[in-house]
């Protein structure tokens, strides 16, 4: 296998005779940015657990920004970023008490976490707001505080749980150019949605079906190979086989 900044090779995760990951094997290179793509129950929760050090694996081998995800887990958790749809920030703090309190747990000094504060709180226009507390804000200003949140760090690579669900089609394009952006400076994006435009934005994407890879590559090639002309045809082909047969 090629060298990456997140290796699996026969990644595997059983729960007594139930294998929700079936053997996974792939690779993501630094900067890139990796679309992790299957339906609900694929898998897909069960391996990024296993890659961010918060569960371990039954089985094969996988290594996270350099190290092993047996071993060194509390090494993988702070070299890595994390951003979920369901729980990134405190919607009772202000953005500044969220970027304090995250800034601490990810052992930034003082001095760098108010530097950082000041820097994120003004490029992103939240100087009006600031003091407001977060529930009060719209979606796409929390989902956007929240990604620079998870990289104000610098890791290595930063996970993304379904980060754009509920946002607006031109919050969500403005979010992915703020992903763009990270990885041309060298971060490394995985990413996980159910939008299937958005996988069209990922240089390489993986879709999981019943706990295996079903398909790996670039949106173009995997169109190409499978006969289709959008990644919402792919997906359904894949992931949802009885789609076809109106089940």
């Not at 729960?15 to 679309?35: H, K, L, P």
């Not at 747990?105 to 707001?129: D, Q």
């Not at 993986?206 to 959008?230: C, K, Y």
């Amino acid at each position: 296998m090629n060298e990456g900044v997140i290796r699996a090779e026969g990644l595997t995760k059983t729960f007594g005779e139930f294998r929700a990951v079936d053997a996974i094997s792939f690779c993501v290179a630094e900067g890139e940015v990796f679309g992790f793509l299957g339906a609900n129950g694929a898998g897909k929760t069960t391996a990024i657990k296993m890659l961010t050090g918060l569960l371990s694996p039954s089985g094969g081998k996988a290594s996270v920004a350099g190290f092993d995800v047996y071993r060194e887990a509390e090494k993988i958790k702070r070299n890595i970023g994390y951003m979920s749809q369901r729980f990134s920030l405190y919607d009772d703090l202000t953005p500044m008490e969220n970027i304090r309190f995250f800034g601490g747990i990810y052992g930034l000094g003082r001095r760098e976490i108010a530097e950082k504060g000041r820097f994120l709180i003004e490029s992103l226009g939240l100087g009006p707001v600031a003091g407001n507390r977060l529930g009060s804000l719209p979606l796409g200003w929390k989902q956007k505080l929240a990604f620079s949140v998870a990289v104000m760090h610098e890791p290595k690579i930063v996970f993304l749980d379904e980060p754009t669900g509920g946002v607006d089609p031109l919050t969500r394009r403005r979010f992915w150019e703020m992903i763009y952006e990270a990885a041309a400076r060298g971060l490394t994006v995985f990413v996980t949605t159910h939008y299937m435009d958005e996988a069209e934005y990922c240089d390489r994407i993986s879709i999981m079906v019943d706990g295996r890879i079903a398909a790996l590559g670039t949106p173009a090639a995997l169109q190409a190979e499978f006969g289709v002309g959008s990644m919402d045809e792919l997906f359904i082909r894949l992931a949802r086989p009885r789609a076809k047969e109106g089940i």
